[in-house]
Every structure is written in structure tokens, then in C-alpha cells.
């Protein structure tokens, strides 16, 4: 990437994280949801919330997060990196780390705001969708560069779903979350999957890591916004 090309990505990066993050970082707490080593969970609420979310990393899940709130991984995978900016718009969220349990976390979150929706990226996905097979029961999901052949043969039946979203790069190239699985998954579905495409950015390397086409980079606000747009929509 040319250096001026380096030096606007920087700046427009800086720019997001000024308006979508207002102080939210001063109201972020730990909070434990399981045990284990990595039961914690960060949450971030504004101070009316009308919905929550709780994100799912990709990678391994593990943010190693500390009873002070502090954490030494993911902090770049796109649910991780724009947890916050998520309070501007009157949702609470919920960023879990490797332990935390699922089933758990939906509990907590309904004594915060309702709806409650389970947001995934990546392997996260295939996290969502094993707790759903066992039974968790969010009021909708939302599948951000899903392993959505995964996720399909983890829960085994559409009748499993509640109204679920799919947010997929028309770039992503990702060998686990090919482009064209979106509307298998679609058909498989039906009804209770809406999809939503995304374009545009400069798609970066590693193709399955953060900074990429399948991490989102670039393009942070559009992933917000649609996420926010759909949580607040849930009935």
C-alpha cells in the first residue's frame, strides 16, 4: 500500500473511533459470567439501553480479559474493536471471552435490555450456533463473516433459528466463509434469514484475519450501523 494511501486509512480510522466511541470507554466494566479462566465478559451500556448484543469473537475466543476490565488478545477482531461504538446508538453489549457461556451471557443481558442478540463473527459463528443447538435461545442472531455451512450442520434444523441476520463482504476470501454459501444458507433459512452484502475498502492480508475484506477493514461503520439497525429492530 502506497504511503499516503497508509497515511488515510490511519486518519479515517482515527476518525471513527472519535465519533463512535464518546467516553463509552469510561463506563466499560468486567464482569464474570462462568467460570474458567476466561469466563469474564466486558460490558459497555449507555445509560437507557433499548437493546443488547453480545459479541462474539473469531480466532480462538480468547481475550484473556482481567477482573479490571484490561485485555491482551483480539483486540483488533472487528466485534472486539467497535464494541463501544454500539452505546451511541442506546445498546448495551456484552463482548464475551472464551469461557463464557453462552446461555449465561443471554441471561444477564435480559435483566439489562431486551431484545437480546447473540452477534458473531467468523469462528464466533460456530460458537453462536453450538449454543443454539443446545439449547440457548437468543431473541435474534446475527452472522458477520459466518462459517454458515458450519453453522447450517451445527444447529441441524432452520426450526432451531430465531430472526437471524447474515452480514457477508462480497470480497471476503476467506476459504472458511465463502461468498457463495450465503445463499445456501439463505434457502436453507428461509424466512428467518435476512442477508445483508457489504463492499468496498481495501481488503488486506492474511484473507481470514482481521484486517481483511472478511474482517471488515475499512469499513467498521457500515458493520455497526447494520447490526445496530437490525438489534433495535427485533420484536
Known amino acids: 500500500m502506497a504511503p499516503m494511501a497508509k497515511k488515510n486509512q490511519a486518519i479515517s480510522w482515527l476518525l471513527f473511533h472519535l ?11 468486567a464482569v464474570s459470567i462462568s467460570d474458567g479462566l476466561y469466563g469474564r465478559a466486558l460490558l459497555d451500556k449507555p445509560s437507557a439501553p433499548r437493546a443488547s ?33 454500539y452505546v451511541a446508538r442506546d445498546i448495551a453489549t456484552l463482548t ?4 463464557a457461556d453462552i446461555a449465561a451471557a443471554i441471561a444477564y443481558m435480559r435483566k439489562i435490555a431486551v431484545p437480546v442478540v447473540l452477534v458473531g463473527t467468523s469462528n464466533g459463528t460456530r460458537r453462536i450456533a453450538s449454543a443454539i ?23 441441524g434444523s432452520p426450526e432451531r433459528l430465531s430472526r437471524t441476520l447474515v452480514v457477508h ?13 450465503v445463499e445456501s444458507f439463505k434457502q436453507w433459512g428461509g424466512s428467518k434469514v435476512t442477508v445483508v452484502w457489504l463492499e468496498g ?35
Open 53 to 85: 448484543v453480545i459479541l462474539v469473537p473469531g480466532g480462538d475466543g480468547v481475550m484473556g480479559i482481567t477482573p479490571d476490565g484490561s485485555f491482551s488478545r483480539l483486540r483488533g477482531n472487528q466485534p472486539v474493536r467497535t464494541r463501544q461504538a
Open 133 to 155: 443447538a443446545k439449547g440457548a435461545r437468543p431473541d435474534a442472531a446475527v452472522l458477520t463473516s459466518g462459517l454458515l455451512q458450519t453453522v447450517q450442520y451445527t444447529i
Open 201 to 235: 475498502a481495501p481488503g488486506g492480508e492474511p484473507v481470514c484475519e482481521a484486517r481483511s475484506y472478511h474482517g471488515f477493514q475499512g469499513i467498521d461503520g457500515q458493520v455497526v450501523a447494520t447490526v445496530a439497525n437490525f438489534a433495535l429492530s427485533v420484536r
Open 96 to 99: 464475551i471471552d472464551r469461557d
Open 169 to 181: 463482504h462480497r470480497n471476503d476470501q476467506c476459504r472458511g466463509t465463502p461468498p457463495y454459501a
Open 19 to 29: 465519533i463512535a466511541f464518546p467516553a463509552a470507554a469510561l463506563s466499560e466494566e
